[in-house]
């Protein structure tokens, strides 16, 4: 068999094979050919921080006053627990909205901060005028909002509420005024 002669064949064999396969290949506006369903969205509740403001939150019995000048003195010797709450009436629970809020709001947020610190604190008061100071918690008051995705990918407001959110953070707060 000459070159030409193999070249003819194998074109004769590949249109063959074309051929006989292209009635195995379904149109594609074939009523046999199977419809990819839409993608849709798996249902999912979310929240979304819509604002913050730090706080503090006041622990009982630590406000001493003193003054006109001179030094004021306070001592932490109680214990003190701060937790985490949400608005009365939310349809949610801390643990809930926990990712969110750790994401969004402070890295040292806690579900409770527990004040048991025995320690002393002084500050030295400016002539004429009176020092304050109280041992608090720093936190913060979040404004969040609970969404739902549906299946059709849209969200679905739900739901605002406030909550309550202590972090670790914590220390005395110093503070003077012309008046006790």
């Not at 379904?26 to 979304?48: E, L, Q, T």
């Not at 949610?92 to 750790?102: D, E, P």
Request: positive net charge; charged residues 25%; proline residues 4%.
């Amino acid at each position: 068999m000459t070159r030409f002669h193999a070249i003819g064949l194998g074109l004769v064999t590949a249109a063959a094979l074309v051929t006989s396969a292209a009635p195995a290949v379904a149109d594609a506006a074939s009523p046999a050919a199977p419809v990819k369903a839409a993608k849709g969205c798996p249902p999912d509740v979310y929240y979304k921080v819509k604002s913050k403001k730090q706080v503090n939150y006041w622990v009982p019995g630590t406000h001493f006053v003193d003054g006109k000048g001179g030094k004021v003195t306070g001592k932490v010797d109680r214990s003190w627990a701060k937790s985490a709450t949400l608005e009365a009436g939310a349809e949610a629970s801390i643990g809930a909205v926990w990712a969110t809020v750790k994401a969004n709001v402070s890295k040292s947020a806690t579900r409770t901060n527990t004040v048991t610190v025995g320690h002393w604190y002084e500050h030295t008061i400016s002539k004429k005028r009176y020092g304050h100071i109280r041992y608090r918690v720093i936190g913060y008051r979040v404004l969040l909002e609970k969404y739902r995705t549906r299946g059709n990918c849209k969200d679905q407001f739900l739901d605002a509420f406030f909550a309550n959110i202590p972090t670790s953070k914590e220390g005395w707060k110093y503070w003077e005024t012309k008046k006790p």
